[in-house]
């Protein structure tokens, strides 16, 4: 194999010009509009166990008869003196599927920069932000180790600077940046240590798998490809190779064993986890929304919504496949679907078997184990964008290497055809962020978020208003960030109608359960509906 650097192929000025834009226009859409997006329930959920609480702990707390503001229910959303670092890691004890090292993290950044700018939505979210912009030096790093021809490192910069899926996820206050980082760090540090074949490296690599497992439980899938990577490479034989990975991966998971004991103790939460997602599904629905996942890569959601005003052919393939396959798929989701498909196969014939093998074990060991079960049993777990984000950062690294060959020819038509190609894709990219970057709820967030704005906004206009509710601590305290500061609630610790103060002039019952309602029903005590939706909003009489 020819040695790494050797004989590469710099990008033009131009390019690199146009890359550095691209890169800083990245960093714009990451920074932008941190505390205008709507702050929703597992963001919520982050800041709580962040800040030392469990959602119990909280229940047992505020849902107590009593009248409390909308503000004072912040003091569970922020670090305080009396909540250390133990009681974060205790808080995400029962909820094993989340490791604690982003948690931690975002804890002790928020007690810093709390000082300097108080408490806000756009503190929580600036560590994923900064998390972010440090996985794209880290992208440049494990490009150079697979890729001798340095224009495939540039575009892979590009693309991922402006996609909607990076964009999206690092303004949001969840621990995804952080894996998307360590996914990045740990093939880069792998690569090397193979390469170089050190102490020092293998000891790196180390760290980045108790990084990665620390980050996320599905690493465990990544670090499995990057073992297939590593056997298969050295063809199943004994060798120095295998025997220094062997050892470092290891020491990575001894690390992770404290967690691992915390996950066995709360098994039965993970169960609760896997039931949630099995539900009926056929494999044309699975292709659509498998589909729509690498659209919100590239070009984000609404991009074939606004194509689809004034394209003709986009209508034509959407009514084809909605008469014959009951799937709303358009034009632009089945080129990306063809050209992904053609990256694999081009990188399957024409790339290093090093760097084949690399991203076809990423992008195969983290899709197949989510998608094979859905397929067979009908499950969701891989309709789930986030869960398959290594598969899609190796699917991006795949066509940028597709491109970057193409255009690196001394054929102009051909070359002109390609970087035509190329301009749209980034450009459907950052079209996609310019539609995302105003709007406060996005397609990353649960479809009932969008509720919280039409009940927020009904109960903020009324006069002298008090809202009663035994719903979960979660949407209480989601709804409490949309509400006027000094806006009461009265939570309930049972389903029995309580004693409502005359005080008030209007009056809202926020998502209560079907026997509280009942209960009103029974005291003949009139509920109007103002909000029916996954979230509930009713008024009672003045």
């Known amino acids: 194999m020819e040695k790494l650097f050797k004989h590469r192929v710099f990008a033009p000025f131009k390019l690199r010009f146009w890359v550095i834009l691209l890169l800083l226009l990245g960093v714009f859409f990451r920074c932008v509009n941190l505390d205008q997006k709507l702050y929703w329930g597992d963001e919520v959920a982050t800041s709580l166990r962040s800040s030392g609480y469990s959602q119990e702990e909280v229940e047992q707390q505020i849902f107590n008869n009593q009248i409390i503001a909308s503000q004072e229910l912040q003091i569970y959303q922020f670090p305080t003196p009396e909540k250390t670092l133990i009681d974060t890691v205790k808080a995400l004890s029962t909820h094993p599927e989340h490791p ?44 150079a180790e697979l890729f001798e021809l340095s224009l495939t490192r540039s575009l892979i910069l590009a693309i991922v600077a402006v996609s909607p899926l990076h964009v999206l996820y690092a303004q949001e206050a969840r621990e995804y940046s952080l894996w998307i980082l ?72 001894l690390g992770f064993l404290p967690w691992v004991l915390v996950a066995i103790v709360n098994l039965s939460q993970l169960g609760k986890i896997v039931d949630a997602a099995i539900k009926e599904t056929s494999p044309f629905y699975l292709f659509f929304v498998w589909s729509r996942s690498l659209n919100r890569v590239f070009l984000s959601a609404d991009f074939d919504a606004s194509i689809d005003r004034w394209s003709a052919l986009d209508r034509w393939f959407r009514n084809f496949f909605s008469d014959y396959f009951q799937v709303d798929l358009g034009f632009s989701q089945l080129i990306l679907v063809v050209v992904t498909f053609a990256s694999l196969y081009f990188l399957g014939r024409h790339a290093s078997r090093r760097t084949r093998l690399f991203l076809l074990t990423l992008i195969g060991t983290t899709a197949i184990p989510l998608m094979l079960p859905d397929l067979i049993l009908g499950g969701t777990q891989s309709t789930r964008i986030r869960y398959l984000i290594p598969a899609y950062l190796g699917i991006q690294m795949a066509i940028a290497y597709l491109f970057a060959t193409q255009i690196n020819t001394l054929k102009r038509l051909h070359k002109a055809i390609w970087q035509l190609g190329l301009a749209a894709l980034i450009l459907g ?32 206009q009324a006069t002298d208003p008090l809202v009663i509710s035994n719903t979960s ?58 909000v029916e939706s996954k979230i509930q909003l009713w008024r009672l009489p003045m």
């Open 429 to 460: 990219g950052i079209m996609g962020c310019l539609n995302d970057l105003p709007q406060q709820v996005t397609w990353n967030k649960d479809s009932k978020t969008e509720d919280y704005l039409s009940i927020s906004q009904v109960i903020n």
């Open 182 to 253: 360590a996914i990045v760090l740990s093939g880069a540090a792998l690569l090397r240590a193979t390469r170089l074949q050190t102490q020092a490296s293998w000891k790196v690599y180390a760290a980045t798998v108790a990084l990665g497992l620390y980050s996320h439980l599905l690493f465990i899938w990544v670090a499995i490809a990057q073992s297939l990577f590593v056997f298969v490479h050295e063809n199943f034989r004994h060798s120095k190779t295998t025997t220094s990975y062997l050892r470092a991966s290891l020491i990575g998971v």
């Open 100 to 143: 604690p090292l982003y948690y931690l993290l975002v804890r002790i950044w928020t007690q810093f920069w709390t000082q300097w700018f108080g408490n806000s939505v756009a503190v929580f979210r600036s560590l994923s932000v900064v998390l972010s912009i440090l996985t794209l030096p880290c992208l440049y790093w494990l490009c």
């Open 473 to 530: 601590a979660i949407r209480v305290l989601t709804l409490s960030y949309q509400l006027d500061a000094d806006t009461k609630l009265l939570l309930l610790d049972s389903d029995q109608v309580p004693q409502i103060p005359t005080s008030f002039r209007q009056k809202f019952l926020f998502d209560p359960s079907d026997e509280l309602l009942e209960q009103f029903e029974k005291q003949q005590i009139q509920t109007t509906p103002i």
